[in-house]
């Protein structure tokens, strides 16, 4: 079944601990990015990545990392987490660039 | 920076209306622009698309219609279901997208 995989569904920390939101699919799409969903704000792009190795910042890519080692995996680490990164957080994926996304089943993020 | 603007925030019809929501961008560079729906704890689908060299598209019960000129998009809705209910977010752009705010729809039997 064609998919995104994101993991953990659900995850509270604590400020300052590091960690990481693991997205994979399994369809070889070229284009994947993270987006942050906030209610009344709608979802908000952190980073996108064009290919292996080729990313770059979306709208509010401040306390995130990503990296594209490989076409499948898109992962996101926080380095040092805190409260205001509390928030719902989509992994997505598409053909290429101006293709439609295919979305992970998001993963809920809570900093205390 | 870009700016997205959907209208209305919220829409309520009754079984059987039409529905249209319209969003608007500042980025005369996007050449793609998708609708999704998002219904209550689910992730965002791509429900229609559309590129810049079209003015209109149809599947079935929902169309996009683009107006490249003036900036803005809308998507229609004909002979709502309970199952619209939803809330409807744009996304126009290249590369990097950015997200309307939303549209809560519901539909009422």
């Known amino acids: 079944e064609a998919q995104v995989t994101q993991n953990p569904r659900y995850l509270i920390t604590v400020t300052g601990k590091k960690l990481t939101v693991t997205c994979s699919q399994n369809m070889n799409h070229e284009y994947m990015s993270w987006y942050r969903q906030d209610p009344g704000l709608g979802l908000r792009q952190i980073y996108y990545s064009m290919n292996v190795e080729v990313t770059d910042k979306g709208d509010v890519p401040e306390g995130y990392k990503v990296s594209r080692k490989e076409k499948r995996n898109f992962p996101l680490i926080l380095e040092s987490p805190s409260p205001n990164q509390t928030s719902l957080y989509f992994c997505?994926?598409?053909?290429?660039?101006?293709?439609?996304?295919?979305f992970g089943s998001g993963t809920r993020l809570t900093v205390v | 920076g870009e700016n997205v603007e959907q209208h209305p925030s919220t829409l309520s019809v009754q079984e059987g209306d039409s529905a249209v929501i319209k969003c608007t961008y500042s980025d005369s560079a996007s050449n793609y622009f998708p609708w999704y729906k998002q219904e209550l704890g689910k992730r965002p689908q791509l429900i229609i698309d559309?590129?810049?060299?079209?003015g209109e598209k149809k599947d079935q019960r929902i169309a996009v219609t683009l107006n490249k000129t003036a900036k803005h998009f809308s998507l229609h809705i004909t002979e709502t279901q309970p199952e619209d209910s939803a809330v409807y977010f744009c996304a126009p752009g290249t590369y990097k997208y950015i997200f309307g705010t939303g549209t809560r729809l519901k539909v009422l039997a």
């Open positions: 559309i590129r810049s060299n079209v």
């Open positions: 997505a994926s598409s053909v290429q660039g101006d293709y439609g996304y295919t």
